[in-house]
């Protein structure tokens, strides 16, 4: 009984250990990259968008967030000239 909690238990661990992971073994774009790549920046940030359970808290997710509140920013003080 003892060892089938024991398993039981280390899987629950090891299927826990691989959540959040979207982008292991990448590194994180900046947010100076994502204002660069105007194209890739959208698909990432509709991707984040579309999975926020899974994708909200990554290192991407965040940066892609804050490098569209930044562009927005740009932009109205362009239109504000």
Do not use: Y
Request: proline share 2%.
């Amino acid at each position: 009984m003892k060892t089938r909690l024991a398993i039981v238990l280390v899987t629950v661990a090891t299927a826990f250990t691989g959540c959040n992971d979207a982008n292991k073994g990448q590194e994180a774009k900046t947010v100076g990259w994502f204002l660069d790549h105007r194209d890739e920046f959208a698909i990432d940030l509709k991707s984040c968008r579309d999975n926020p359970g899974e994708r909200r808290n990554t290192p991407d997710c965040i940066n892609a967030n804050e490098a569209r509140k930044k562009a927005f920013v740009k932009e109205m003080k362009h239109a504000l000239k």
